[in-house]
């Protein structure tokens, strides 16, 4: 009696985490998240994709930058992770990701005035180059228009203080010449900010 339930105990002992890793396997096979799935892909895609500058003027702050490269790898993590919270994907990004070189930036000054890079008086130029000495002007620059709080749990960077960019550039710097700003060759891209009150430049390696 007393080895007939020990070997009953020893069936569940063994065969619970077998059901329990193939139930998530299948979920996952599905392309449905299941509770246990690392979340470290996402937080790690999210470090590879950001890059900060900050501009100072004798001493004084006069911007803080944070920003993160919509590139394949980003957009297909923050798809993921995305789909963790509403059971669906994100609309647009690939379609701009086919269109658009797209940039999220996060941007905090004191001086609130200066916090307008969407305005046509805005005293900041902003522009894309890339190691070939070509470079691209915004096709728009756009205040983000999420809750403050979906865009913390996605860019934890974000504050209570600072204002949120939509940023999209185009991919050619000659349309006419069929002209690719990212062909093949290129090695990096740099996003500048820059003004009367400073200089910021973020670097990513294109291929990363």
Excluded at 171 to 184: H, Q, R, S, V
Aim: aromatic share 18%.
């Amino acid at each position: 009696m007393k080895k007939t339930v020990f070997l009953i105990i020893l069936f569940f002992v063994v065969s619970a985490p077998l059901f329990y890793l193939s139930g998530c396997s299948v979920f996952s096979s599905l392309g449905i998240p299941s509770a246990v799935q690392p979340y470290g892909g996402y937080k790690s895609a999210l470090r590879k994709a950001t890059r900060k500058a900050d501009i100072y003027n004798k001493l004084n702050t006069v911007m803080f930058i944070r920003a993160t490269y919509f590139n394949k790898s980003f957009v297909h993590a923050y798809e993921k992770e995305y789909y963790n919270y509403y059971m669906k994907k994100p609309a647009g990004l690939k379609e701009n990701l086919s269109k658009y070189i797209t940039l999220f930036v996060s941007i905090y000054t004191p001086e609130k005035s200066y916090n307008n890079l969407d305005s046509n008086r805005s005293i900041w130029m902003v522009y894309l180059t890339n190691d070939e000495g070509e470079s691209v002007m915004p096709f728009s620059i756009k205040p983000s228009q999420k809750k403050r709080v979906f865009l913390k749990k996605f860019f934890p960077y974000v504050t209570d203080w600072s204002k949120q960019y939509i940023m999209k550039f185009p991919k050619y710097y000659d349309k006419k010449e069929n002209k690719l700003f990212l062909n093949p060759r290129v090695k990096w891209i740099k996003l500048i900010i820059t003004g009367v009150n400073g200089k910021a430049v973020l670097k990513w390696n294109h291929a990363f």
